[in-house]
Structures are given as C-alpha cells and as structure tokens.
C-alpha cells in the first residue's frame, strides 16, 4: 500500500493536472469529512479533500494534538486514519486510512494546472464548519502574496470559511487550500495555491520513501505526546530476540534525517525526548551488535503537532541571529557578546565563531525553572538537526534576555561538518516547552 501511495504523490512532480478523487460527503462538498473520537463524543475537525483511494490532505492548522483517535467519513462510511504524515513545512498533512473501495457517490476532481492564474470570479471555497453544515463562499478578490518566503493566495470572502476549506475554480479544479487567517480585514485567509499543494505532496512523497512496508505497530509500544514533549514506553512490550553479543535499543528514527536516535531497551522501559514540532519520527526496538543504523520491522509513528507561538509571562523575542565571535571563539565571562553576522557563510559555520544569539523580554516575579528549550537548524534538503536544553525565566534577566550558545559546541553543525553544507535558505528556531519562541532565515550561496 505505501508504495502505490509513494506513486500517487510522487506523480504530482510531472502531471499538470492531477486526478483527485472527491466524495460529495455529509454536506455535498465534494469533500471527505474529519472527525475525532477521542472524547465523549465525535467532533468534527475539518474536511479533507481526497488525494485517491486510502489518502486524503488537509491543513496542518487544524489537526487537533493528538491524531490518534482521527476518523474520515462520505456521509455513509467512516474510516480509521491509520497515519498523518506532515510535510515539513506544516502546511498540510496527508491522512492514510484502510478504503475497502470508493467513496460513496465517487467523483473526479482536478488539480488547477501549475502556473495557470486563478480568476477570483469564477471560484468558491468550499468546506464544513464547526457545526458540520456546508459552507460555500464566493470570492471577491484574490491576490498573490509572499509569506514567510512561501506564495500564498489572500482571498477576500462574502463570508467566513474554517481553516481546510477548499478553493475551488467553476471548471471544479482545486486551486487552493485556506490554511490561515488574515489578521486585517473581515472574511480574508491565506490559501496555499495548486503549486504549493504540489510541493507539499512531493516533500510528503520524500518522507515515504524513506519508511521501510507498513505494518502493524508492535502490541505494547505505546507513544504519548505533550506538545514536542515525547514519552515512549515498551515496559507492557514482549521484546524481540537478540543473538550472542547484541544488545536491544530503542531507535527514534527522523524521517527527514539520515541518523538515528537510540535508548538502551533492556535496562529502561521508557524514553522521553524533546522532539521537532511538524516533524514526523518513527519508534521501535530492534537488536543490534553496534550503534544501532537500521529501522525496525515494527514501529509506531509519531507526528509531532505544529508548534503555538510563545506568549506566557508575555515573552516577546527582540532579536534572534547567527552572530560572529572574535577569533579563537568566547569563553564564560566574556565579554562583550558577540555580535549579529552581516552574512552567513559556510566559512563562518565551520570555524567555531558562529553563535545561536538570542535576545527577547517577559515579565516574572519569580524564578520559573522546569521548562525545555529547544534549538534547532534545518537545511534546504529538509534535515533536522536539534540541541536540547533547559530554559530559566527569571526577574534579573526579564527586561534584557541575552544569550548566546556556540553551534560548534553544542553539536548542532556536526553533521554539516562531515557531510557538507548544500546551498540555499536554512531555517532556525527556539521552543520553550514546545512552543515556538522565535525563528530566522539565512542562505548559504
């Protein structure tokens, strides 16, 4: 299934119009219904718009913390979603879920062709709201607008619409996903465009092709999540055999990098790491003679929930950058701090003078200890490279937070180091017990 899955979303990179299999659903949208029957009762979360048979893609913004208790429904039948899987970015998210064939009432829908314009006339967002009634918009305007070095689509609606809705032209060809609010104005979101689509489905398809054949998640490996804060537990686990000289580990397996994370598996029955929010991980327990570089047969998988922005005891970011220390590196008491680079070079990165620097202010009577901090840098090529630490509010450091940790010294370029650094934008941030406290671009020429 995955690699028939693998095909169908990988074919998006040469098609200029791609097949979408839609259902007319509850409210006759043409669209798949999202559910959550993790409470009391189902709750609805969004629709989703089919991608073909056992996937369907939705925004990131509205996927709920825990994505283990997600259903799909037509209106008729409902459908288990077995995985979500992200794309790095956390723009949207594709739903796998076990189809014992089609959809009710199977129809067939297009992708906008790449490239063509979008005649805000001629569209309607179409999508379920809160209540799962349907709900159709007309647009009034539609405009093209860089956010955060990404294209989007502002749209002006005659009237709300939830996040996830589906933008679609007369011909009925999807040209947009509503991902987000526009914080000016009345009835106005940010759609991902049909490239955008394109391009999250490429990266998604990149991060099945490096999963091993699904299967079942090993019976007593159970995955608990507090935002990026992650517990993995095998203690209920019958643990698999290992030959004369091999040892059991618990690997965590990022699967947009190429290294991997293990934990004795004999000696601990739990594991508790600080993760990358919007990143997607794989867990399970193998035996292994060395460091442990493969996957396991069996394992669970973790998605990770897009991090919120850092707001308590008002913290507001002032500056976060690479800066540059004099020659031969800081020591402790050192002073002054170094200072923000005017370009960042490879150069630079590797000789142990480039600097995380970080400079923000919040408001404490007291001192707050317990929380994770979170660093992390990840490269045009989608690798995640993360340093774990601790995090102190404090009175005498609240109104000018200034810190600043050496990427050579705290292992965050390792990698790079050995392996190269590939040209293009990078992107950094900070999470304070997971949430997102800052973050910056750089580019490498």
């Not at 949207?92 to 062709?113: M, N, Q, T």
């Not at 009345?186 to 999963?211: C, F, K, Q, T």
């Not at 960042?344 to 480039?354: I, K, M, P, Y």
Request: glycine share 10%; hydrophobic share 40%.
């Amino acid at each position: 299934m995955k690699r028939a899955l693998l095909l169908i979303l990988a074919a998006v990179l040469v098609l200029s119009c791609f097949s979408f299999a839609g259902a007319e659903g509850t409210g006759e949208n043409g669209l798949l219904e999202l559910w959550d029957w993790g409470g009391e009762s189902m709750t609805h979360v969004a629709s989703a718009i089919p991608v073909g048979e056992g996937a369907a893609i939705v925004s990131s913004a509205v996927l709920p913390q825990n994505t283990d208790t997600l259903a799909l429904s037509d209106g008729v039948n409902t459908w288990e979603v077995k995985a979500v899987l992200p794309d790095r970015e956390g723009r949207i998210a594709v739903l796998f879920y076990e189809a014992e064939g089609k959809p009710s009432r199977y129809d067939g829908w297009h992708l906008l062709p790449l490239g063509a314009s979008v005649s805000a006339a001629s569209c309607v967002v179409k999508g379920t709201g809160a209540d799962g009634l349907a709900v159709s918009r007309g647009v009034l305007s539609s405009a093209s607008i860089r956010v955060g070095g990404r294209r989007f689509l502002l749209l002006s609606l005659d009237g709300p619409v939830p996040l996830g809705s589906a933008l679609l032209t007369a011909e009925g060809q999807l040209a947009g996903i509503v991902a987000a609010d526009w914080a000016e104005g009345v009835n106005r979101v940010l759609a991902l465009p049909a490239d955008g689509i394109a391009e999250s489905l490429a990266g998604v398809a990149a991060l099945l092709n490096n999963l091993p054949a699904w299967g079942e998640a090993p019976e007593g490996l159970t995955v608990t999540l507090n935002k990026n804060l992650v517990t993995v537990d095998w203690k209920e686990m019958t643990l698999p055999e290992k030959k004369e000289g091999e040892e059991l580990y618990l690997v965590v397996f990022d699967t947009g990098n190429s290294y991997i994370s293990f934990y004795p598996a004999e000696t601990m029955t739990s594991a508790t790491m600080v993760l990358t929010p919007g990143r997607y991980y794989i867990a399970g327990i193998l035996a292994s003679a060395e460091r442990p570089n493969d996957i396991p047969e069996s394992y669970v998988t973790i998605s990770v929930p897009q991090a919120e922005q850092l707001t308590e005891y008002g913290f507001h970011p002032v500056l976060t950058c690479i800066a540059e220390a004099p020659e031969g590196g800081l020591k402790d008491g050192d002073a002054p701090a170094p200072v923000p680079a005017t370009e960042v070079t490879e150069e630079l990165l590797r000789s142990g003078r480039a600097y995380f620097y970080s400079h923000s202010t919040y408001q404490v009577t007291e001192n707050v200890e317990g929380k994770t901090l979170l660093i992390t840098l990840t490269t045009p090529d989608g690798n995640n490279y993360r340093h774990e630490s601790s995090w102190l509010y404090a009175p005498e450091y609240m109104a000018e937070d200034i810190w600043f940790l050496s990427l050579k010294d705290i292992g965050l370029t390792t990698g790079l180091d050995q392996g190269g650094y590939p040209k293009g934008t990078y992107q950094m941030a900070f999470y304070v017990d997971g949430d997102l406290a800052d973050s910056f671009e750089f580019i490498l020429k």
